[in-house]
């Protein structure tokens, strides 16, 4: 049972696309339930790769890989999304467990990151994570609210830009959904484009500067 006992004046509801998190706990939950099982006989056949939501031991992302090999689908990526303290602390023994064994990718998710480490420390994590996958050659998806205020209300934050001006140092960047989606896409890459000269991964390029 959960049992809500702080809210700010006039309640709160918990809305579609949203969840719960309880940082430090333990669930000891299945990682895979029945109805992921059921999904992978479609992603085997029709996706490019497979995301791990919530993935946080080595094991876990064993068991995925023997689901995998079931199907197989042994040469289906497998894309890690990092979105626990205790993800954080077991990502050395995931990569290292894990490359040379099954293609793999890390995913920064920022959001449910900052709710398990707090703001200011996902500042300082992101940029370790970036640090540990670079030196494994494993790619990374840079995630969540990255040019959010476009993507969903067609407006620009300057300090958005700033932390889309970072996420040239992963492989990939994602975006969330909304209306002003292509809006978003094109902020990005003007942006992509223009860091990409100054940066690669977490090397400075040093490039003549543009006065």
Same mark, same amino acid.
């Given at each position: 049972?959960?049992?809500?006992?702080?809210?700010?004046? /006039?309640? +709160?509801?918990?809305?579609? %696309?949203?969840?719960? $998190?309880?940082?430090?706990?333990?669930? $000891?939950? *299945?990682?895979?339930?029945?109805k %992921?099982?059921? !999904?992978?006989?479609?992603?085997?056949?029709? =996706? !490019?790769?497979?995301?791990?939501?919530?993935? &946080?031991?080595?094991?876990e992302?064993?068991?995925?890989?023997?689901?995998? @090999?079931?199907r197989?689908a042994?040469?289906?990526?497998?894309?890690?999304?990092? &979105?626990? $303290?205790?993800?954080?602390?077991?990502?050395? !023994?995931?990569?290292?467990?894990?490359?040379?064994?099954?293609?793999?990718?890390?995913?920064?998710?920022?959001? %449910?990151l900052? +709710? &398990?480490? /707090?703001?200011?420390?996902?500042?300082?994590?992101?940029?370790?994570?970036?640090?540990l996958? &670079? *030196? =494994?050659? +494993?790619?990374?998806?840079? @995630?969540?609210?990255?040019?959010?205020?476009?993507?969903?209300?067609?407006?620009?934050?300057?300090?958005?830009?700033? !932390?889309? *001006?970072? =996420?040239?140092r992963?492989?990939c960047?994602?975006? $969330?959904?909304?209306?002003?989606?292509?809006? *978003?896409?094109?902020a990005?890459?003007?942006?992509?484009?223009?860091?990409?000269e100054?940066?690669?991964?977490?090397?400075?390029?040093?490039? @003549?500067l543009?006065?």
């Amino acid at each position: 049972m959960l049992r809500v006992t702080e809210v700010k004046a /006039g309640g +709160v509801r918990i809305q579609s %696309d949203k969840g719960v $998190n309880f940082p430090e706990a333990e669930l $000891n939950l *299945a990682p895979l339930t029945q109805k %992921d099982l059921s !999904d992978l006989a479609f992603v085997c056949v029709h =996706a !490019d790769l497979v995301g791990f939501s919530f993935v &946080e031991t080595l094991a876990e992302i064993e068991q995925l890989m023997s689901e995998l @090999a079931k199907r197989n689908a042994s040469e289906l990526p497998i894309i890690a999304k990092i &979105e626990t $303290n205790r993800a954080v602390k077991n990502l050395p !023994d995931i990569i290292l467990g894990t490359i040379g064994r099954h293609n793999l990718g890390i995913m920064i998710a920022r959001g %449910d990151l900052a +709710v &398990e480490l /707090g703001s200011a420390r996902l500042a300082e994590i992101q940029e370790e994570l970036l640090w540990l996958c &670079e *030196a =494994a050659h +494993v790619p990374v998806i840079w @995630a969540t609210q990255v040019l959010e205020s476009i993507a969903k209300k067609g407006t620009r934050s300057r300090p958005e830009f700033t !932390d889309a *001006a970072m =996420a040239v140092r992963a492989e990939c960047v994602m975006l $969330n959904k909304g209306p002003y989606i292509l809006d *978003a896409i094109e902020a990005l890459v003007s942006v992509m484009v223009r860091m990409h000269e100054h940066q690669r991964k977490k090397f400075s390029r040093l490039r @003549a500067l543009h006065w």
